[in-house]
C-alpha cells in the first residue's frame, strides 16, 4: 500500500512486550510499570494484524520489545508470522542476553535475521549503561549466531557514554566505536551505529553527529567505501572495508533525515498502530480485536474465545480498514529536529524499540 505521500508502506516493526532484562540508561534507567499481561496482544492478535497487514502489502516484520526473548511464546510467534502467506521475511531485534536459550528456537522457527543491541565491548562500561554484568552471554550468542547462515547485525547507540563511564567509577573504561567496527573485520556481521532519537530518556543524551562519525571511520579505514549491496529493509547506509567480513553501517535519523523514503509502520505491545515515531497519532487495533472486553482480577493473560480465527472475515475487514486510515495519516516527516512539535510522550520502551 502506498500512504498519502506515495511512499511504499511494506515493513511493520511489533512489539511483543514492554518487559526487558536491562536497565539502560537511556531507555528504561529506573524501570517501568509494566503493564498487565492482559493489555499485552496475545499471539492469535498479533497473527490476525499480521494477515491484515499482508493484505495491504507488508512483507517484512522486525519483532522488538522490550525484549522480545522475556516473551517465552517468542518463537511460536515467529513460527505463526512465517507462515502468513505475503509475509517474506520475519527478524528479531534483541539485547542477546537470553538469546544463547533461545537461537535454536528461533532458527527452527524461520526467523531470517538477528539484531543484537550492544553498545560497547568494555564489561565495566557495559555493566554500568546496563545494570547488568551480561556482555559475557551476549558475546557468546553473538558468536554463535554469526556462524550460523543467517544474517546478524549489531546496533549500536551513538552518544558519548564518557559520563555514565565516570558516574559508575570506571572513568577509564572505553566506548570507543573502533572496537565494535572491529567486530565486521572478525565476523561476517554489519555493525550499525543509531543515532539518538530525543524520545523518552533519549531526551537526557546527545546524540553523536554522524557527518563527523563518518568523516572519523574514512580517516582510520581511508579504503572504507560505499556498500551498495542490499542488507535488509531499513534506512542503514552501509560502507565495506577491505578484509572485513562484515559491514559498517550508520542510521543517521537526526543529521540525515530519511523520511521522504520512509516504508514503515509500528505496532506496540498493546495493539496501538502508530504510523511515525514521532507523534502519538494512529489507531487501536485491540479495540477492534477485543471489542471492550473488560479486564479480569489478577495479572492473566488475555484469551481469544473459542472458535475464534485470526482469519475471521469480518474482523479482517475492520482491521483492514482502520489500518489503511494510519498508513493514510503518515506524516511527510519526524520533527526530531524541533523538539517543542513531538507530540509522542512515551518511553521507546512502550512504544516499541
Request: aromatic share 6%; glycine share 10%.
Amino acid at each position: 500500500m502506498k500512504d498519502s505521500k506515495n511512499r511504499t508502506i511494506d515493513y511493520m516493526r511489533i512489539s511483543i512486550t514492554d518487559r526487558c532484562s536491562l536497565r539502560c540508561k537511556y531507555c528504561m534507567p529506573y524501570g517501568v510499570e509494566c503493564v498487565p499481561r492482559w493489555d499485552i496482544l496475545s499471539l492469535e492478535e498479533i497473527e490476525a494484524i499480521a494477515i491484515a497487514a499482508a493484505g495491504l502489502g507488508i512483507k517484512k516484520i522486525k519483532v522488538t520489545g522490550g525484549e522480545p526473548l522475556a516473551r517465552k511464546d517468542c518463537c511460536q510467534l515467529v513460527r505463526l508470522l512465517k507462515s502468513v502467506p505475503g509475509i517474506e521475511k520475519v527478524t528479531i531485534t534483541t539485547n542477546g542476553v537470553q538469546l544463547g536459550q533461545y537461537l535454536d528456537g528461533l532458527v527452527e522457527a524461520g526467523i531470517d535475521g538477528i539484531n543484537i543491541s550492544l553498545d560497547t565491548l568494555d564489561r565495566e562500561l557495559y555493566r554500568a549503561i546496563t545494570g547488568r554484568d551480561a556482555l559475557g552471554d551476549v558475546m557468546a550468542a553473538l558468536k554463535r549466531a554469526a556462524g550460523l547462515p543467517i544474517p546478524v547485525k549489531i546496533n549500536a547507540v551513538s552518544i558519548d557514554f564518557k559520563e555514565i563511564a565516570v558516574r559508575a567509577g570506571c572513568p577509564e573504561a572505553s566506548a570507543d566505536w573502533r572496537s565494535l567496527t572491529e567486530l565486521a573485520r572478525e565476523y561476517p556481521v554489519d555493525v550499525r551505529f543509531i543515532e539518538m532519537m530525543p524520545i523518552g530518556y533519549g531526551k537526557e543524551f546527545k546524540t553523536v553527529n554522524h557527518e563527523d562519525l563518518l568523516k572519523e571511520m574514512r580517516e582510520t579505514y581511508p579504503d572504507m567505501e560505499e556498500d551498495e549491496s542490499e542488507h535488509g529493509f531499513g534506512p542503514a547506509v552501509y560502507y565495506r572495508v577491505p578484509g572485513f567480513l562484515g559491514s559498517i553501517g550508520l542510521i543517521s535519523a537526526i543529521h540525515g533525515k530519511f523520511c521522504a523514503s520512509c516504508n514503515r509502520v509500528r505496532l506496540t505491545s498493546q495493539g496501538y498502530l502508530k504510523s511515525c515515531l514521532c507523534y502519538e497519532d494512529g489507531v487501536d487495533l485491540r479495540e477492534i480485536l477485543r471489542g471492550g472486553e473488560t479486564r479480569p482480577e489478577g495479572d492473566c493473560h488475555y484469551f481469544w474465545p473459542a472458535g475464534r480465527k485470526p482469519g475471521d472475515r469480518e474482523l479482517q475487514r475492520r482491521l483492514t480498514e482502520a489500518m489503511e486510515r494510519a498508513i493514510l495519516m503518515k506524516p511527510a516527516a519526524h520533527c526530531f529536529e524541533n523538539p517543542g512539535r513531538i507530540t509522542e510522550s512515551h518511553n521507546m520502551i512502550s512504544i516499541g524499540g
